[in-house]
Nanobody
């Protein structure tokens, strides 16, 4: 069984910060790339950030570059997303996902967490 469990999230004012984490089971940990996606009401799921388990290479959506930071703790099988300078348009359910392929499209990811709500008030 592959399990990804997100935690964190919540409500924050615009300009504030928040962190979410994703604990991966051993099997998901063997996936090469972990990613964070988000989905706002009425919108499609979109890529936010990705990280390679082995190299630590990271990549980001333009909309969050410079504000969000993805990181990993290999020993804990956990990835994190630190979100700073939050904007109301960052409000969404945030999902972590795992893939052996990498990339920006949700269809490339094999395993998904249940999601955690992030709400940014104006």
């Amino acid at each position: 069984q592959v399990h990804l469990v997100e935690s964190g999230g919540g409500l924050v004012q615009a300009g504030g910060f928040l962190s979410v984490s994703c604990a991966a089971s051993e099997r998901a940990f063997n996936s090469d790339v972990m990613g964070w996606f988000r989905q706002a009401p009425g919108k499609e799921r979109e890529f936010v950030a990705g990280i390679d388990w082995r190299s630590g290479f990271t990549y980001y959506a333009e909309s969050v570059k410079g504000r969000f930071t993805i990181s990993r703790d290999n020993a804990a099988n956990t990835i994190y997303l630190q979100m700073n300078s939050l904007k109301p348009e960052d409000t969404a359910v945030y999902y972590c996902a795992a893939t052996t392929k990498g990339g920006f499209e949700p269809s490339l990811y094999d395993y998904w967490g249940q999601g955690t709500q992030v709400t940014v008030s104006s």
